[in-house]
């Protein structure tokens, strides 16, 4: 019995017609050739392409995102996750020999990757097309079906990418249905092969509850607390320069971005400084188009709680209007404080000092394992104690961010800041499933497994094993 997914009449049964026509597609082997992967990937780039100019205009309606930005933070990496599948696919998809034991001898044995079969991407609205599109462009290279609910909370932007590819696409291979809980709760009922979701651990719970009532393959690329910590050591200026950018591009609306810093106690005043220096020279400003809005009233109103007028060290201003919340510091914050009970997905830093790392990490741990974490540090042993003792999905040393940007790397949460990896090959592997074989030729045979068990046979096994 379903218990976790209300029932909507009638968008439940569209959704079942949808899923059931591209499980019938699917199940005609018409998304499995290599060819027809590459022709439909490199039509999604053209697709693309040619409608670049209509999606900067979207996004610029959703919240205010430049051009410059959205080229920058969504375009080119999408473009790019498409042509790093088109170049690799057919290495990808050949099938991966691996070492046969002994007792097969002799025999190959490799893994064979096959599609999943029926998709479903639910995305979330901080980097639309990113999130939407990203892992259409793995479940389509992988050879699946697919069906994606982009955020309604960017509506021009889920609009623009259900015109795209709606209006281009067979629906029984690519299909974007819009809408809120509603049209997810829908969808959600259905049974799919592979459920690909971005957004909160609240509603990561209902789409794994979802997922495990049909027992399907769910990756869930959540959020979480992210700490970024600044050792005595560290190349201060240079490392608050990028923690700064990677903090209040998006308005700090970035699941990866710095939710809180931990500075040693020696060098905060430096810190509160430098970061100062950098928020200006960066000028985040609606003004100059250079700052993105927060994405609703909301979410508005929710950051703005977050601010304790009694510990703002720079910023704090705020205009509901233009849902503009000035870059914001806030200094003297411990543990009890607002700002540290929630993600904060907005542009404000509360900074914490620490004398020990010890104590630092004790911090850490206190929250739930965060979907990335920063080390700012020269110092190898505080690397290696980082690495070793704290639990994160990504990260970076000396940086912030940045690791989303190589493809090479690996995407992803742990525990409760997600489950699953994609980007690059990652995102083929994450819509595959790799069958394992063992191929064995008819011409020689042992007789060893058969009946006539003896001593001498068990131990010849033993010996092969
Ligand atoms: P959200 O969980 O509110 O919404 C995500 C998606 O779920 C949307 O498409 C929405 O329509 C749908 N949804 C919302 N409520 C639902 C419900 N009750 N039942 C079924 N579907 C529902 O998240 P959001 O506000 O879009 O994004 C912010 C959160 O996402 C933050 O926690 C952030 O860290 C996380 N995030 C993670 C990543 C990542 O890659 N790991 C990227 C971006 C955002």
Redesign the pocket.
Known sequence: MNTSIQTVPFTDIEAKQLVQNQRHFFNQNNTKSVDFRLEQLRKLKTLLLEHEDAMHDAIFKDFGKSKYENQLTEFFPLIDEINVAIKNLKKWIKPKNVATNILNFPAKSYLVPEPLGVSLV??????PYN?TLTPLVGSMAAGNTTIL?????AQHTSAIMTKILNENFDSNYIHVIEG??PE??AL?NQRYDKIF???????GK??NKAAAEHLTNVTL????KNPAIFTKDAALKMSVKRMIWAKFVNSGQF?ITTDYALVHKDIKDDFLKYAVEEIKKNNFSRDNHNYVQIINERNFDRVVNLIDPDKVFYGGNYNKNERYIEPTILHNVNLDDAVMQE?I?GPVLPIITYESLDEAFDIIKHFEKP?AAYLFSDSSAIKDRFLNEISFGSGAINDCVMQISNPNLP?G?VGH??MGRYHGKYSFECFSHFKAILDKPTAIETNLKYYGYNEKKLKLVKLLS
């Not at 639910?122 to 980097?127: D, E, K, L, P, S």
């Not at 979701?197 to 509603?203: A, C, D, I, R």
């Not at 690329?221 to 979480?224: A, F, N, P, V």
């Open positions: 639910i995305g979330a609205w901080n980097f999130l609910k982009p955020s309604e909370l809120g809980i997810t709760t959600l979701f971005t957004g909160s651990p609240m509603v209902i789409v690329e959540l959020g979480g699941c993600e997905f979907l995407f949460g800041s997600g």
